[in-house]
């Protein structure tokens, strides 16, 4: 037996069955920062390399009963959303942080899959943006997540991604993370840290691959696993870079599509 407790991360998601994303990564990227995961599902998708084939949601009760089982009795270090489907489920998951004191949090405001398929409700954005960002310790949109909720058109430059990330940052989060991974730069990849209103640019090479599915799950993950391990929030965002650089350099040949990045699964299998 150990002889003292483990940190202890909570995710709140949906499962993709492909192993990729969502819940599999968080749990996967949790375990090779030596945090202790748990769990509230959201949402179970039926999904492989090619895109969702199906997918269905638990009840707003179900999603709180679990994070009070979890928060009550195991304790959670920090917490992280993932896929939160409808406005239902976005209300119950910011009632049960604020009733639970659940903190830092972590917020990956997933829209969509990386094939396009929908994994918030058009009607769920506003509400996430209005119950579940002043909540926020750290917020991780892409470029498409960042336009959606600093209501501009799409970003396409540098400037762009400045003007909508101090547009999020006024929306409560301490820390604004948006990803520069689908700008069109040829060499680079750069991401926006804006903490406490204060931008800096975190520069990285673009690495050339198809394999990248879940790297913003693993992201966030990473970063609510550094916050867990009692790191601040700013240098959580750049480990949790470095971390899914590394992810996504090892990206996995599996199925006929887009296959997932590597948390840490290769090292973990020898
Ligand atoms: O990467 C966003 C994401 C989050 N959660 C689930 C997903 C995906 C992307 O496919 O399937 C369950």
Do not use: Y
Request: charged share 15%; with cysteine.
């Amino acid at each position: 037996m150990r002889g003292t407790r483990p940190p202890v991360a909570l995710t709140i998601a949906g499962v993709d069955s492909g192993g990729g994303a969502g819940v599999s990564a968080d749990l996967a990227t949790f375990a090779a920062h030596g945090v202790w995961g748990t769990v509230a599902v959201v949402a179970v998708t039926a999904q492989n390399t090619l895109g969702v084939q199906a997918t269905e949601t638990l009840s707003p009760a179900l999603v709180r009963a679990q994070i009070a089982s979890v928060a009550s009795d195991i304790g959670v270090d920090a917490a992280k959303t993932g896929m939160l489907a409808t406005p239902e489920l976005v209300t119950a998951v910011a009632a049960a942080v604020r009733e639970l004191s659940l903190s830092p949090l972590v917020v990956d405001p997933v829209l969509t899959s990386g094939h396009g398929d929908a994994l918030l409700s058009a009607d769920a954005l506003a509400v996430l943006r209005d119950e579940l960002l002043p909540l926020a310790t750290v917020v991780t949109p892409n470029l498409d997540e960042a336009a959606a909720l600093a209501g501009v058109g799409p970003i396409t430059n540098r400037a762009g991604m400045e003007e909508a990330a101090l547009t999020v940052a006024a929306r409560g989060p301490q820390v604004v993370l948006v990803t520069g991974g689908h700008l069109k730069e040829p060499a680079g990849s750069p991401d926006l840290l804006v903490d406490d209103g204060k931008p800096t640019w975190l520069e990285a090479p673009r690495i050339d691959t198809r394999h990248a599915h879940g790297s913003g799950c693993v992201l966030s993950a990473a970063i609510c696993a550094e916050l867990a391990r009692g790191m601040d929030p700013a240098d959580a965002c750049v480990a949790g870079k470095r971390f899914v650089e590394r992810a996504i350099a090892a990206g996995i040949p599996l199925g006929a599509g887009v296959g997932p990045v590597d948390p840490g699964w290769e090292r973990a299998s020898g």
